[in-house]
């Protein structure tokens, strides 16, 4: 099976910069996604990790360490729509496609 | 046109009734997947669909009943459902043809289901 871990909760400063870890027990393993949720919204995708390293996309970083099945999303600049709830999800193979599992969601409230 | 739309939007329907959730993409993607989410709580995989054959079923109750008419249409059929399935369910589709690095799935907007 698969499990996750991610803190439930994170509370930063508008400007600052904030990391949201991730680790994982997978087999299978092919990749670490983030995604992005606001309230009464769908996930939306924010990044991918298939090697280790990290993946740069505007004010979204993201690393993976796949010795380590940890990862992190980082977010700089924190502006107060990058409060929502941050989601990451394993991509393994199995029954012949390719399945996400989600972790249980990090929820980020930016401060004035 | 990178969009998965998804209707209704938002559905009440009494435990006997029969009705059917719809989503539709044009990205040309060949898996497509229904998920079902609680209120803060993560997406759960209920269904997938691999070149519109049914490739994963986690084990969903037969109250639930997909269908994927083509390759842009996907259906979920729902019957005699109780009140703790009301939930968001979402419809999302990503590319996955084995070769893409890539991993991205578009999910569709929801709709919000309240079994009475």
């Known amino acids: 099976g698969q499990s996750l871990e991610q803190p439930s909760e994170v509370t930063a400063v508008e400007g600052a910069i904030v990391q949201i870890n991730c680790t994982y027990q997978?087999?299978?393993?092919?990749?670490l996604s983030w995604y992005q949720q606001h309230d009464g919204g769908a996930p939306t995708f924010l990044s991918y990790?298939?090697?280790?390293g990290l993946e740069e996309t505007g004010r979204f970083s993201s690393f993976l360490s796949r010795s380590d099945s940890y990862g992190y999303l980082l977010l700089q600049e924190l502006q107060m729509k990058d409060s929502a709830s941050y989601f990451c999800?394993?991509?393994?193979?199995?029954?012949?496609?390719?399945?996400?599992?989600f972790g249980k969601g990090t929820k980020l409230s930016v401060i004035p | 046109d990178t969009e998965v739309t998804q209707t209704p939007k938002h559905l009440v329907m009494g435990m006997t009734n029969k009705k059917s959730l719809k989503c539709e993409q044009h990205?040309?993607?060949?898996?497509m997947y229904w998920y079902k989410q609680k209120a803060k709580k993560p997406p759960e995989l209920m269904f997938v669909?691999?070149?519109?054959?049914?490739?994963i079923n986690e084990s969903v109750p037969s109250r639930f009943s997909p269908e994927c008419p083509n390759s842009s249409l996907l259906n979920l059929h729902l019957h005699a459902l109780q009140p703790e399935d009301s939930a968001l369910y979402l419809c999302?589709?990503?590319?996955?043809?084995?070769?893409?690095?890539?991993?991205?799935?578009?999910f569709g907007p929801g709709t919000r289901l309240t079994v009475l």
């Open positions: 999302a589709s990503s590319q996955d043809d084995g070769r893409s690095y890539y991993n991205e799935q578009f």
């Open positions: 997978t087999s299978g393993f092919y990749g």
């Open positions: 990790n298939a090697l280790d």
């Open positions: 999800a394993v991509k393994y193979s199995g029954a012949g496609s390719y399945q996400l599992t």
């Open positions: 990205m040309g993607h060949r898996a």
């Open positions: 669909y691999s070149y519109e054959k049914l490739s």
